[in-house]
């Protein structure tokens, strides 16, 4: 079976190496995208245990469309019963770049056009669009007029995990946070620390890697493979209870978040106790410059993503925000490596440490970096007791 796993802008890798462990056999990394093979399992494992696919494709018919009548015929050739059966609804996602058609939307509803008038010819009625929540989503990309026409095995885009119940302003999508945590090489049992953790997404996505929690197992309905006339339902249960089997109920590693406000260490607390994580990452409500790493613990790890301040007339404000996270680091710190993702560079140079590794990612349309820190060893000023007392949760 042919897939094609898409991601984020430089996660490519950290996504192939998870695919990899999966037991897939990569064929091409290409930008925001891995294309790979392997069974059905496979496709189901890559469901439930990718954490940094945003989707996962399986494409099915490609041609080449130079104009609207092209598109039309070709659509319309395909035997779309196989892919779409009586009663149940579709929705086409398109992407179109390079190309003689101007318009995604359009594409979509010209594709949508020609299955639907297949349908009704066949058989005398037309299947239902359902945008939201269809039974069957096509995928369609159009790269220079050359198309790829895939079925989307989760139907939605896996970053939703399920397990968010509160937000702050600009949180973290799922798939981006545990990126930033595998691209920190992460060990898994060494203390992570996030000290302006926001709704605790970075934690959260460390805490199920720790723990060996599978992401897809939080997701609520079906995935869209589900309605594939080929689904194994046997196979599926059993790739679950597999997966649910995996966990580790200890903790495996010392996880704590702060942050200023009450209100988002509350909800933050929230999400971390919808994930099952409760028992394994401690929050407390600190002001970034406050920040200590657990008592007995001379080396670990820092991952956070601070404030980027894009209103006007922020930049003196972020400045000094930056300079409070540097001092922390250099004060509070030593010993540790720091990873700190931003998208505000100018803002960053007041962090005060040399950076030792620049990693080019998007938060979104916001063009960041993940900055990594090597905090040496020197005087060290002694961890504040208490840091376990005020855990909430």
């Given at each position: 079976?042919?897939?094609?796993?898409?991601?984020?802008?430089?996660?490519?890798?950290?996504?192939?190496?998870?695919?990899?462990?999966?037991?897939?056999?990569?064929?091409?990394?290409?930008?925001?995208?891995?294309?790979?093979?392997?069974?059905?399992?496979?496709?189901?494992?890559?469901?439930?245990?990718?954490?940094?696919?945003?989707?996962?494709?399986?494409?099915?018919?490609?041609?080449?469309?130079?104009?609207?009548?092209a598109l039309y015929d070709e659509v319309y050739r395909i035997d779309w019963s196989r892919y779409i059966a009586a009663g149940q609804t579709f929705a086409i996602t398109a992407v179109v770049n390079k190309s003689s058609f101007e318009h995604s939307l359009y594409v979509a509803q010209l594709t949508k056009d020609a299955i639907v008038d297949?349908?009704?010819?066949?058989?005398?009625?037309?299947?239902?669009?359902?945008?939201?929540?269809?039974?069957?989503?096509?995928?369609?990309?159009?790269?220079?007029?050359?198309?790829?026409?895939?079925?989307?095995?989760?139907?939605?885009?896996?970053?939703?995990?399920?397990?968010?119940?509160?937000?702050?302003?600009?949180?973290?999508?799922?798939?981006?946070?545990?990126?930033?945590?595998?691209?920190?090489?992460?060990?898994?049992?060494?203390?992570?620390?996030?000290?302006?953790?926001?709704?605790?997404?970075?934690?959260?996505?460390?805490?199920?890697?720790?723990?060996?929690?599978?992401?897809?197992?939080?997701?609520?309905?079906?995935?869209?493979?589900?309605?594939?006339?080929?689904?194994?339902?046997?196979?599926?249960?059993?790739?679950?209870?597999?997966?649910?089997?995996?966990?580790?109920?200890?903790?495996?590693?010392?996880?704590?978040?702060?942050?200023?406000?009450?209100?988002?260490?509350?909800?933050?607390?929230?999400?971390?106790?919808?994930?099952?994580?409760?028992?394994?990452?401690?929050?407390?409500?600190?002001?970034?410059?406050?920040?200590?790493?657990?008592?007995?613990?001379?080396?670990?790890?820092?991952?956070?993503?601070?404030?980027?301040?894009?209103?006007?007339?922020?930049?003196?404000?972020?400045?000094?925000?930056?300079?409070?996270?540097?001092?922390?680091?250099?004060?509070?710190?030593?010993?540790?490596?720091?990873?700190?993702?931003?998208?505000?560079?100018?803002?960053?140079?007041?962090?005060?440490?040399?950076?030792?590794?620049?990693?080019?990612?998007?938060?979104?349309?916001?063009?960041?970096?993940?900055?990594?820190?090597?905090?040496?060893?020197?005087?060290?000023?002694?961890?504040?007791?208490?840091?376990?007392?005020?855990?909430?949760?």
């Amino acid at each position: 079976m042919y897939l094609t796993a898409t991601t984020q802008f430089g996660l490519e890798e950290v996504l192939a190496e998870e695919l990899s462990q999966l037991g897939a056999t990569i064929d091409h990394v290409g930008s925001r995208a891995v294309e790979f093979t392997g069974d059905k399992k496979l496709l189901y494992n890559t469901i439930l245990w990718s954490r940094t696919a945003m989707r996962l494709l399986r494409p099915f018919a490609d041609f080449y469309a130079r104009d609207e009548r092209a598109l039309y015929d070709e659509v319309y050739r395909i035997d779309w019963s196989r892919y779409i059966a009586a009663g149940q609804t579709f929705a086409i996602t398109a992407v179109v770049n390079k190309s003689s058609f101007e318009h995604s939307l359009y594409v979509a509803q010209l594709t949508k056009d020609a299955i639907v008038d297949q349908f009704r010819e066949r058989t005398g009625e037309r299947p239902s669009i359902d945008t939201k929540n269809p039974d069957i989503r096509i995928h369609l990309r159009m790269l220079e007029n050359d198309v790829i026409l895939s079925l989307d095995a989760a139907g939605d885009s896996l970053h939703r995990r399920g397990y968010r119940r509160g937000t702050n302003e600009a949180p973290l999508n799922e798939v981006l946070a545990a990126g930033l945590v595998l691209l920190s090489g992460w060990d898994r049992k060494s203390p992570l620390l996030d000290p302006l953790c926001g709704s605790a997404t970075i934690l959260t996505e460390a805490g199920l890697l720790a723990q060996r929690i599978a992401p897809g197992l939080f997701h609520q309905g079906k995935f869209g493979f589900e309605n594939w006339p080929d689904f194994d339902a046997a196979l599926w249960q059993q790739v679950r209870e597999e997966a649910a089997a995996q966990r580790l109920e200890e903790p495996q590693a010392y996880l704590a978040g702060s942050d200023l406000d009450p209100k988002v260490i509350r909800d933050a607390a929230a999400n971390i106790e919808a994930a099952g994580l409760d028992e394994c990452i401690r929050l407390s409500v600190r002001d970034v410059r406050d920040a200590q790493p657990p008592q007995g613990q001379a080396s670990g790890l820092i991952i956070t993503n601070p404030p980027y301040g894009e209103r006007i007339g922020e930049e003196a404000q972020m400045s000094a925000l930056y300079k409070t996270i540097g001092d922390a680091l250099k004060t509070n710190f030593q010993g540790y490596e720091a990873f700190v993702f931003t998208g505000n560079l100018e803002a960053a140079k007041s962090i005060g440490l040399k950076v030792s590794r620049r990693i080019p990612l998007f938060n979104g349309p916001i063009d960041c970096r993940l900055l990594k820190y090597e905090l040496y060893r020197g005087s060290r000023r002694p961890p504040v007791a208490g840091w376990r007392a005020d855990r909430l949760g």
